[in-house]
């Protein structure tokens, strides 16, 4: 028979009674702590199967998707720590001395994100409307755009190449001088605020251009997207959009050595 794991989703304080998630999820209770936790096969999860496993396209979204549900459940009862995707430990006692051992850390950690949750902002550009809004405001794409109209043959287009590149050019820079701004003001609303790596659009799926992925820990949510609702009305004509996501458990704001 093949030996059982101890995979860990979280940490939270030891509730009173049982928390309202799906069957095989267990609390492991040491001291004022719990994991949140379900038995899973070393045959799969051990560190061997991993490897193989990780490399799975199917496995992996199966995986991550259960990961992050049983998150958000525990979310909605009570504040939760993530641990990382396939977090698993041994034996019940690896948790337990994991909860002991960094007690003071955890429950440090609970504490600053209690009443709080992370929500996430990414801001795209379309190149399009920018072209007919943002773009516009520079008077030398002003004056191009017009002389462009009226040329014909070769200069049309040349002119219209040239075109093309100065407002891809003052595109990125509106990008960059926009997201500098949404940080700012959305850090304003928060708690704290991080920084996340753009992505491409095959990760955001989205054609327009990320300029802002970041992500938000909000104790006002109703503050902050007020905030959010205000800065996407002022940017919106030149070209910007905005996408809120969330709530999600505070997965930017945990230490990477408390998360198992």
Known sequence: MSADGWYLYGVVEAPPGPLDVEPDVELVTEGPLAGVTSRVS???????????????????????????????????????LPCRFCTVYRTEAD??????????????ALAEVSGRVELGVKAFVDPERFAAGGAQENEQIRELTAQTAQAEGGRAYLESRRLERLVGDERARFGQEAASQLHSRLLDAAERGVL????????????????????????????????????????????????????WPPYNFVSEELRG
């Open 42 to 80: 070393l045959d799969e999860f051990g560190d061997s199967a991993l490897s193989e496993r990780l490399g799975d396209a199917v496995w992996l979204e199966e995986n991550i998707r259960r990961h992050e549900q049983v998150l958000e459940r525990v979310l909605a009862s009570t504040t939760v």
């Open 95 to 108: 948790v337990r001395r994991f909860l002991s051992e960094r007690q003071d850390q955890l429950t440090a």
């Open 196 to 247: 996340l790596d753009l992505q491409r659009p095959e990760l955001s799926g989205r054609d327009e251009e990320m300029v802002l992925n970041g992500a938000y820990l909000v104790s006002d949510r109703p503050g902050f997207e007020r905030e959010l609702a205000a800065l996407a009305a002022e940017l919106s004509s030149r070209g910007l959009e905005l996408e809120l996501t969330g709530p």
